[in-house]
């Protein structure tokens, strides 16, 4: 028993440290990538009408994704998935980067803090305050490198622990993809309706800044 549980702990370790690089890399494509297409495209650019649709959207490709992955009974099957789990967290990012603009955010959501903080914010339910809300704002506070590294890792651990808890819960060997695209479609929804009323606030960025200590353990 032990053996088995602490290679699903490592499994679990290996598949966070991964979906933190992942994170960290994709903060700035996001950003570039996506202030370049409306930039090109600025008849594309959504506006606060559409924000349902952007969710549903996003919700959609990432039940596509996730269910064509080709899945392994037991935890390795999500360090099998792990291209289909880069490109469902790329697209939650991609979200909430068009969530901000359909609500005339674009030039706030163009700097990383922002980003991962309303990113983080959601995912993880308030838990971290690197974008809070106060009154009427959205605050977001500074962040030293190391802390960013530190808030990514919490991230990619949170991420991978519920993405495991969901997957050993139902496993069913035929129908595991559709476990995991299932799963895909609701987290995207799930974040993208939380963002999305954190995005409705005046966005304020403050002295304030985030500490090791303020992101939990």
């Known amino acids: 028993m032990s053996s088995t549980k602490k290679s699903k702990e490592e499994i679990v370790v290996e598949l966070a440290a991964k979906i933190a690089q992942t994170l960290e ?52 099957g999500m360090l099998a998935a792990l291209p289909e789990i880069t490109l469902i967290l790329r697209n939650q990012l991609q979200m909430v980067y068009d969530l901000a603009v359909a609500h005339g955010k674009q030039d706030d959501i163009n700097h990383p803090h922002a980003l991962l903080g309303i990113f983080a914010s959601a995912f993880g339910e308030g838990a971290v305050e690197l974008a809070s809300i106060e009154g009427k704002n959205l605050l977001i506070k500074r962040a030293s490198i190391k802390v960013v590294q530190k ?11 519920k993405l495991l808890k969901h997957l050993l819960a139902k496993w069913v060997p035929i129908a595991g993809a ?40």
């Open 25 to 76: 890399k994709s903060l700035q494509l996001t950003i570039d990538s996506r202030k370049e297409y409306f930039e090109t495209h600025p008849q594309k650019k959504p506006l606060p009408t559409d924000v349902d649709h952007i969710i549903s959207t996003y919700a959609n490709q990432n039940f596509v994704i996730a269910g064509a992955s080709n899945l392994i009974p037991g935890p390795l």
């Open 151 to 161: 808030l990514l890792q919490w991230l990619g651990s949170k991420i991978s622990q």
């Open 178 to 217: 559709v476990v995991i695209a299932t799963w895909s479609r609701q987290s995207t929804l799930d974040l993208g309706n939380r963002a999305e009323k954190m995005l409705r606030y005046n966005i304020k960025f403050t002295d304030d800044e985030l500490h090791e200590d303020d992101i939990p353990s």
